[in-house]
């Protein structure tokens, strides 16, 4: 059973930046699809960020093209998520999910089988 574990959430200012990470374990990241989404207050969980481990390739929500950047470092198998220019509007718990490799780099939720339990992200204005 693969389990994903999310941290470096906090509370931050406008304009600031964190990293999030996500650990795995029962699983490598070589071999699963992987994806970043956030649910912010009284709204259903959005799609953030997909990587492709083949190519090292990410692909963005709109909302968050030029701020944020995915990626991974296989050998502690953990992905990461590079937060810039952060808005109060990124207020959410961030997940990480995965799911097999034919899941590609997709938005949907549904579409992935293993889930972190989130890590909360806060920026003040």
């Known amino acids: 059973q693969v389990q994903l574990v999310e941290s470096g959430g906090g509370l931050v200012q406008a304009g600031g930046s964190l990293r999030l990470s996500c650990a795995a374990s029962g699983g490598t990241f070589t071999r699963l699809a992987t994806a970043w989404f956030r649910q912010a207050p009284g709204k259903e969980r959005e799609f953030v960020a997909a990587l492709t481990w083949i190519a090292s390739i990410g692909y963005y929500a709109d909302s968050v093209k030029g701020r944020f950047t995915a990626s991974r470092d296989n050998a502690k198998n953990t992905l990461y998520l590079q937060m810039n220019g952060l808005k109060p509007e990124d207020t959410a718990v961030y997940y990480c999910?995965?799911?097999?490799?034919?899941?590609?780099?997709?938005?949907?939720?549904?579409?992935?089988?293993?889930w972190g339990q989130g890590t909360q992200v806060t920026v003040s204005s």
């Open positions: 999910a995965a799911g097999g490799l034919r899941i590609g780099t997709s938005n949907r939720d549904y579409d992935y089988d293993y």
